[in-house]
């Protein structure tokens, strides 16, 4: 029987966070069984020692609550490792900085379709129009489930969600590891780049 992880999620059933969203594409390519609960269905969670939550602080004191398990210490990062591990964010987006400027490239430089459609088009080794049709096509077809508020996931790229807030939505990218090793971001991925 498979282990099961709840993770918090917003009323459409879209995880609360990126980190929410990490732990549950995390936990279900790991073979989990993964399900989703918001604040209002937290309670009726048929919780037992063994079974993974994910959520904040609060949503983690109640369900060890609800389990009989004793509170854990408060959370108090000392001041000094708070600022470390701000630098240590901000080192990151550095080296990705220099990253990108190694290549060449910069956050002005876009590849156009038409760059696109060739290199599609040699790696698929079929000609430019049947390329351009396949690209329109995923294009369109990822444009419809993100307008139906669907999560896209391209294992090896990255994943896309999004998620209704009060006047407005808000869409999200996590980008896969294989994606996060390229550019020289903090990466688990082992494989070629």
């Known amino acids: 029987m498979k282990r099961i992880v709840y993770v918090h999620s917003d009323a459409v059933g879209i995880p609360y966070s990126n980190g929410a969203y990490d732990a549950w594409a995390g936990f279900k390519e790991l073979g989990y069984d993964v399900r989703l609960y918001t604040l209002d269905t937290m309670d009726s969670l048929p919780l037992a020692h063994g079974m ?22 408060e959370l108090n990062v000392p001041e000094i490792l708070d600022k470390m591990s701000f630098s240590l964010l901000h080192e990151e987006y550095r080296q990705y900085g220099r ?9 002005a430089q876009r590849t156009q ?29 990822l444009y419809e489930a993100i307008k139906a508020g669907e999560s896209v996931t391209l ?11 009060s006047a407005t ?15 020289g971001w903090s990466s688990t991925y082992k494989g070629s780049r």
């Open 52 to 73: 993974i939550v994910v959520g904040g602080i609060p949503q983690i004191q109640r369900a060890l609550a609800r389990i009989g398990a004793p509170p854990p210490p």
């Open 99 to 107: 990253t990108v400027q190694r290549k060449g490239a910069s956050m």
């Open 169 to 183: 939505w808000v869409f999200k990218f996590n980008p896969a590891q294989r994606l996060r090793a390229a550019l």
């Open 113 to 141: 379709k038409s760059e696109i459609i060739e290199r599609l088009a040699q790696q698929m080794e079929t000609d430019e129009e049947t390329a351009a049709r396949w690209l329109d096509g995923v294009t369109e077809t």
């Open 155 to 165: 294992p090896g790229f990255g994943s896309f969600f999004v998620r209704p807030e």
